[in-house]
Structure formats: structure tokens, C-alpha cells
């Protein structure tokens, strides 16, 4: 029986062809330390990182690719944001859908004299704007906010919170690591000043690869997590002030990079309206047919046009981690289950601290596909009752 692949929403699989052959390519005729020499290796590693960069400005309207700072994944590019912008004495908002990424960051700089507003969302993950802004006080600094939780995939008024922030003259930085490949996001029409975004997911990217855009001039306000070697200004004992270097200390992740751009690459290819439509369309099958079983409980939005393809369930009287053990070992069906690293979400949809199960979908899962796992959470059920 071949595997079925539910689980997009923590890393996509499988991969276009392109980004593994673009990884090989790498390995096998470049392989140098991009930045490091002048030798035409190391020019033509250093090329790959750049167009790397570029394909991700076309892909969010970013002007300038030195604007986007590369990273191992959103993860460390929110902790770039959070902790190198905030001070002691500072205000941020964020809401009750937060990642652990986002939230346990915050709560660090908590501990260190940063006042954290939560604005609670409703029961299907979606925050009202109105609140965000009766929430900004005289020294409010930022909103932080994810573009879709992972708990309920419903998606943010994110161009909403943004023209908040821009004429309240707050920062505003937005996690994209469950929508960045997968919906339109443009940065400028939004008035997002920091996107944190990974390369793993809908970006098709491999492991270990994201990225950080970072407005100009904020760069001023925000201090490195990691500091030291860049191949740029070797001669002095501090960190550059320019972008991308001041916040890409080390060698960089190369071959990950490259199998990034080809990724990218993809998704720029395919169009996002052609990966979203497909995706919806499973998603609205897998919706429709599990409205239709028996002990069966739904969360998030009722619709498709403002959620992740992803859906997030219950069997009555069966533990989540039950359920997606039997999916796997009976039916060969990978998901995931229990609180997906954001307790705050599930707390507010109800579902804590047992968690969900959840199926996430990609540009390469069928039609057959859904049928047959819907038809397995039919069996489930049957036999629990």
C-alpha cells in the first residue's frame, strides 16, 4: 500500500524534481563557500544564494533581494525580529493563534520588561481587527501575527492589522510560515515591515532553509541574534551594518539555498492561483465528505477561501494520538496529531490539551487520495462505536 502524505503543514513532501536535482547540481559542480574567495566557485556559490534571493523578492514584491536575510527557518527569523527589535519598557500585540515560535519568544522578552498584549480570537482562530487597535497603547512597539494559524488554518486580515500599525507607526511583522508559496503575499500592499518565512513547507524548499524580509531601515533598530564572519569587511572586529550581512554571520546553507531556489522556482511557475485552486479543491472535498460521518468534530472556518488546506479534527471518544497512530500503521496515512506547537490556539478552540488530528494538504495530493482517507476515518469510527 503506497503512503499517503498528510502532513504539509509541518514540511512538504514530496518535492519537485527540480529542487533535489538543483541540490545535486550544487554538490557535484560548485560546492565552494559563497562570499569567502574570489575564485569562480566560490562566485558561482555566492550567484546561487543571490538568485535565490531575487526569486523570493518577485514572489512576495519585495524591491531589493538584499532586503531578505537568509535563514534555517521562520523560527529563527522571528527571534532575529523579537528579540533584536524589543526593549525593556516596550508594548507588542499579538493574538491567541500564535506558534510557539512566535510566543515563546515574546514570553522570553516578558521576562525581560516587555509588556505582551494576547488578543483572544474567536472559536474558529479568527482575530477582529477592531481589537488590535483598541489595544495599542502609548508605548506599543509592534504586532506580531501569524499570516494562518496552524491549529485551525484560518487565514488573518493581515492587510486589515497592517494598515492599522502603518498609521499608528508600529512594526509590524508577520509569520508566513504556513502561507508563504501557498497564498498571494505582497509586502508593500499589506504594509508588512518583517516577514518570517521557511523554505520547508509550501515554498517546496528543503529543511534548514527560510528567510527574514526586513523593511528598510529597520535594519538600524534591530540588533543580530548571531554575530561574525560574513566575507565582508573582514578588516574591522565588528558586524556590518548593511544588509543582508549583518545578520548572516557563517557560512550559509548553500546546497539548501539552491534546492530553495528551485522550489521557489515552482511555485513561481505554477502561479499561486493554480496551487491555491487545487488545494482548495481537496480541501472542499475532504470537508464536504467528513460532514457526512458520524462522530466526527470539524474546527476552524466553515469555508475554503479563508484557510490553509488544511483540516483539523476529532473522533468522538478517541484519543487524537489514537487516531493518527491507527491511520498510519492500518491505512498508511501520515498526519499529525495533539497541539502542534501552539497551545494558546488550541486553548481557544476548545481543544486543549488533547490536541487535534490534523490532515494538511499540498499541490501534490489527489482526489483519490482524500477518498481513501476519508473513507479510513469512516472505518475508525465505526469500529470505536
Known amino acids: 500500500m503506497k503512503i499517503i502524505y498528510f ?109 505582551v498584549s494576547v488578543i483572544q480570537c474567536d472559536k474558529s482562530g479568527l482575530i477582529d481587527p477592531a481589537q488590535i487597535s483598541a489595544a495599542i497603547q502609548k508605548n506599543t512597539k509592534a504586532i506580531f501575527m501569524t499570516h494562518a494559524s496552524n491549529a485551525t488554518g484560518t487565514v488573518m486580515p493581515v492587510a486589515d492589522i497592517g494598515r492599522i500599525a502603518r498609521e499608528h507607526g508600529l512594526v509590524f511583522c508577520v509569520d508566513a510560515a504556513q502561507t508563504a508559496g501557498s497564498f498571494p503575499i505582497d509586502v508593500a500592499e499589506m504594509n508588512i515591515d518583517l516577514l518570517a518565512f521557511t523554505g520547508h513547507k509550501s515554498l517546496f524548499g528543503p529543511s534548514g532553509t527560510g528567510g527574514l524580509y526586513i523593511r528598510e531601515g529597520l535594519e538600524k533598530r ?120 501552539a497551545p494558546s490556539a488550541h486553548k481557544t478552540i476548545g481543544t486543549y490539551p488533547q490536541g487535534t488530528v490534523r490532515f494538511s494538504f499540498s499541490y501534490f495530493n489527489t482526489q483519490e487520495q482524500i477518498a481513501k482517507a476519508l473513507e479510513a476515518i469512516r472505518k475508525i469510527s465505526r469500529r470505536k462505536k
Open 7 to 115: 502532513d504539509n503543514a509541518a514540511t512538504s513532501w514530496p518535492k519537485p524534481p527540480a529542487v533535489s536535482a538543483a541540490m545535486q547540481k550544487y554538490l557535484k559542480k560548485i560546492g565552494a563557500n559563497p562570499g569567502r574567495s574570489g575564485h569562480r566557485l566560490s562566485v558561482d556559490a555566492a550567484r546561487v544564494i543571490y538568485d535565490a534571493r531575487e526569486k523570493l523578492a518577485q514572489l512576495f514584491n519585495v524591491g531589493d533581494p538584499l532586503r531578505i536575510v537568509m535563514v534555517k527557518n521562520a523560527t529563527e527569523g522571528l527571534n532575529i525580529a523579537i528579540s533584536g527589535l524589543l526593549k525593556p519598557g516596550d508594548h507588542v500585540i499579538t493574538s491567541s493563534m500564535e506558534h510557539n515560535s512566535v510566543m515563546r519568544p515574546l514570553r522570553a522578552m516578558e521576562a525581560q520588561g516587555v509588556n
Open 222 to 341: 534591530i540588533a543580530p541574534l548571531c554575530v561574525g564572519g560574513t566575507g565582508s569587511r573582514s578588516q574591522v572586529e565588528e558586524q556590518p551594518d548593511f544588509m543582508p550581512d549583518r545578520y548572516e554571520a557563517g557560512t550559509p546553507n548553500t546546497v539548501g539555498i539552491a534546492g530553495l531556489q528551485a522550489g521557489v522556482d515552482f511555485v513561481l511557475s505554477e502561479g499561486i492561483a493554480q496551487i491555491k485552486k487545487k488545494e482548495e479543491e481537496l480541501l472542499k472535498i475532504f470537508m464536504e465528505g467528513a460532514k457526512g460521518l458520524a462522530g466526527i468534530t470539524l474546527y476552524g472556518q466553515n469555508g475554503t477561501q479563508k484557510r490553509t488546506p488544511v483540516v483539523y479534527f476529532n473522533i468522538d471518544g478517541m484519543d487524537p494520538a489514537e487516531v493518527a497512530l491507527e491511520l498510519d500503521e492500518r491505512f498508511n496515512i501520515m498526519a499529525r496529531s495533539g497541539l502542534h506547537c
